[in-house]
């Protein structure tokens, strides 16, 4: 019986301590400004051979605790687009940068439930909206993106400094079309020892 008892109370003990790691654990990012010979060959034709007409590009390179990935930023049309890649050089999601005003206000309304939740205090410092290329083919997700479509499989993500009871830092945090919370971690400031004027 005490044996059954001490394994009883060693399986919630471990219980606990999974639950409460589980919710503290970020993936940490950061990003630094490469050289166009720097970024992957096969990711600057996808660019080149689906958009057009575009100014300013700018290319990134991200690293987290999980992978490496790659981001191309440029403007096309008045907005902001950001079009990541696997460290292979495939397409991962397409981003653009938008307003609170340019969501659905249900959607927006779930989103400031989770933040309020989950924050003594907030500020949005960066909206986007999101295109994942596992839903589409890759001239489609380039399509849809470019068109600015409003699609039951974009994303919202968000850059957040947020307060919780360590004080203050930014999360990036993932929502659905929905508004529903899919995943959160912890950005760190720039790198800017990297930085390439």
Do not use: C
């Amino acid at each position: 019986v005490i044996m059954k008892n001490i394994q009883t109370l060693l399986l919630i003990t471990t219980l606990f301590f999974y639950s409460q790691f589980g919710q503290a654990q970020y993936k940490y990012e950061r990003e630094h400004r490469i050289l166009k010979s720097q970024f992957p060959a096969v990711a600057i034709s996808t660019i080149e051979e689906n958009v057009t007409d575009y100014r300013r590009i700018k290319f990134y390179k991200e690293t987290d605790s999980t992978k490496v990935s790659y981001e191309a930023k440029l403007k096309k049309d008045k907005l902001w687009y950001s079009i990541e890649f696997d460290k292979k050089g495939n397409l991962e999601d397409i981003e653009i940068l938008i307003k609170p005003d340019d969501i659905p206000n249900d959607t927006y309304a779930k989103i400031e439930e989770y933040l309020n939740n989950n924050f003594t205090k907030y500020r949005i410092k960066r909206l986007q909206q999101q295109y994942p290329s596992n839903t589409n083919p890759i001239d489609h997700t380039f399509k849809n993106a470019f068109q600015n479509l409003i699609l039951p499989s974009n994303n919202y993500e968000l850059v957040v400094v947020g307060r919780k009871e360590k004080g203050y830092l930014d999360y990036e945090i993932l929502f659905d079309a929905d508004g529903n919370f899919m995943d959160i971690r912890t950005s760190l400031p720039p790198n800017y020892d990297h930085v390439l004027y």
